[in-house]
């Protein structure tokens, strides 16, 4: 069994698979920063001095001036602001992958269609490629 598992490891696909998780982990997480650290403070800037990490909604009907300090007091919040960051990471993760796509895509060869038909040289109806006579007119057929 051991030699088993470690004849499907060591194949090129899963080893390619745990390098493309480990590599997309690792993007995400920059990508978490560049939204929580650069992108929202600048946003929360332009829409009036706010701090999105710091928005949301006490369900408790006590008042806490910071998410910190409902969660201390052990109440229940629903934090909006963490989701729109999570809702902004999530879209340029999914923008940058879709960038990656189209360039891996055009870097492939398409794959071309192989004919199965042909055209008869005598009387123009398509045959299959394979024929060596038309089945419409019965004209022997040049290979």
């Known amino acids: 069994m ?6 499907f490891a060591m194949r090129g696909n899963v080893l390619d698979l745990a390098v493309g998780i480990i590599i997309g982990a690792a993007f995400g997480r920059i990508v978490s920063s560049f939204v929580s650290d650069v992108l929202m403070p600048v946003v929360g800037l332009f829409l ?3 701090d999105f990490t710091n928005l949301f909604l006490n ?6 001036p910071t998410i910190a300090a409902a969660k201390a007091a052990g109440a229940a919040t629903l934090n909006y602001g963490m989701f729109i960051n999570s809702v902004v990471d999530f879209l340029i ?17 398409k794959p071309q269609a192989v004919a199965t038909t042909k055209e008869c040289s005598y009387c123009f109806s398509s045959i299959h490629s394979k024929a060596s ?7 022997e057929l040049d290979q």
């Open 2 to 7: 051991f030699k088993e598992f470690t004849k």
């Open 48 to 50: 009036g001095k706010v």
């Open 59 to 64: 369900l408790s009907g006590t008042d806490y």
């Open 93 to 109: 993760v999914a923008f940058a992958i879709f960038l990656l796509v189209t360039q891996v895509n055009r870097m492939w060869p």
């Open 133 to 139: 006579r038309c089945p419409n007119c019965t004209s």
